[in-house]
């Protein structure tokens, strides 16, 4: 089992999955449950909620660059953000849906995937907004995703050192070990430079 294949490997469907019996047979256990808390508290935090007009504002930015489908839109939504917020299907198709009914929005299928444009009349209400910021444009965004990248990339690492300790062999861990303490003196020495 890999990372690829695997998602968030502390998420609860992987919660002492291979490990002899169960979680609590696990050498540190207890540190390993407390780490899979503390990402499922940050990874909640990451993914906040934006409110039903974002979504549709994000839309009609991105189409007033270029049709869309769908998945293209959740992904730009996702890169603009960087990260700080991917809204869920079941918030960007039901939004395509309305748009289309106030006939802001034309969709046109092709190799079995519906591609949005925007109309003359969404063209001018993208136009309109386009006085107020996008979403992941709106004061704090940026910030925002600054003042966590260094804590997401944080637990990113603690998922992959708990990986090495799970189904690493001693000369591995021993070497993760090596890398993790060089990691820490040059995070140090940033400071330190400052």
Do not use: C
Not at 33 to 43: K, P, R, S
Not at 134 to 151: I, Q, V
């Amino acid at each position: 089992m890999n990372a690829s294949d695997t998602g968030n490997l502390f998420g609860p469907r992987h919660r002492g999955a291979g490990r002899p019996g169960g979680a609590s047979g696990f050498p540190g256990a207890g540190l390993w449950e407390a780490m899979d808390q503390l990402w499922g508290g940050f990874e909640q935090k990451l993914t906040g909620r934006m409110g039903r007009g974002d979504v549709r504002s994000a839309v009609l930015s991105l189409l007033k660059e270029q049709p869309m489908h769908g998945y293209q839109i959740i992904h730009e939504i996702e890169q603009r953000s960087d990260g700080m917020w991917k809204p869920s299907p079941g918030s960007v198709y039901p939004t395509l849906q309305m748009l289309a009914d106030e006939g802001l929005i034309v969709a046109e299928e092709a190799a079995g995937k519906k591609t949005y444009s925007l109309t003359e009349a969404g063209r001018a209400e993208a136009e309109q907004a386009e006085d107020g910021s996008a979403p992941w444009e709106m004061p704090g965004m940026r910030e925002a995703s600054r003042a966590t990248a260094l804590p997401k990339s944080g637990a990113k690492l603690a998922q992959a050192a708990a990986q090495v300790a799970k189904a690493g062999s001693p000369e591995q861990v021993a070497e993760a070990v090596a890398v993790l303490d060089e990691a820490r003196r040059k995070l140090y020495s940033i400071l330190a430079q400052g």
